[in-house]
């Protein structure tokens, strides 16, 4: 069945420095990459999403990167500040099934 | 526009007991779903709907019903709740298909006891 791996679980930077995370996908059929970021207490939010027609997307600090052949996908922050301390989490979409299977999440903290 | 509005915020059932978590979107979105998000995990589908009328099973469906009479609500009902019930709901929706960017409610806690 489809499976979302994600590392690391846990991730601690200096302020300024990057943060990358990284997914692995089983589902073959998967065309959707969704990443979402969670506050302590709050909804999750999308922050960026990626299509498999797609290798590479960029909003600002944030940007998504997608291997098809290796099945992985990656979100890269750069410049991080304690404002994106959070848990992330990555999704993925099967054109077979239409349901969105998310990772376990990554806690973030970015220290001052 | 308020969103994906979800009630109660939180709440405690004694087991046995059953409830129903509301959600409603302002939205004029055609998918709708539930999750639900264990201490320290990701998000696992209860429930999810394509359009008023039709509802269909997710990842972890048992303990669980729904229905979805209009465009707007998407209810989720807890018959004889159980202490591994205990867990934050989440609904959400989304335009049209799932690969469209999903918007979620504030959850509802929810502890069985």
């Known amino acids: 069945g489809e499976n979302v791996e994600q590392h690391p679980s846990t991730l601690s930077v200096q302020e300024g420095d990057s943060a990358v995370i990284k997914c692995t996908y089983s589902d073959s059929a998967s065309n959707y990459f969704p990443w979402y970021k969670q506050e302590l207490g709050k909804r999750p939010q999308l922050i960026i999403d990626i299509r498999s027609n797609v290798g590479e997307k960029k909003d600002q600090r944030i940007a998504v990167t997608l291997n098809k052949t290796a099945k992985h996908f990656s979100l890269h922050i750069t410049e991080t500040q304690p404002e994106d301390s959070a848990v992330y989490f990555c999704?993925?979409?099967?054109?077979?099934?239409?349901?969105?299977?998310f990772g376990t999440g990554t806690r973030l903290q970015v220290f001052p | 526009n308020a969103g994906v509005t979800q009630t109660p915020k939180f709440h405690i059932l004694k087991i046995g007991q059953s409830m129903t978590l509301q959600c409603t979107q302002d939205?004029?979105?055609?998918?709708m779903y539930w999750y639900r998000q264990d201490p320290g995990m990701g998000l696992k589908l209860i429930y999810y709907s394509v359009g008023a009328g039709i509802t269909d099973k997710g990842e972890v469906p048992n303990g669980y019903n729904v229905s979805r009479s209009t465009t707007e609500d998407f209810p989720l009902r807890l018959e004889l709740a159980a202490p591994s019930q205990t867990s934050v709901y989440f609904c959400?929706?989304?335009?049209?298909?799932?690969?469209?960017?999903?918007?979620f409610g504030d959850g509802t806690r929810l502890s069985i006891l």
């Open positions: 939205m004029n979105h055609n998918y």
């Open positions: 959400a929706s989304s335009y049209s298909a799932g690969n469209q960017p999903q918007h």
């Open positions: 999704a993925d979409l099967s054109y077979n099934t239409d349901k969105l299977i």
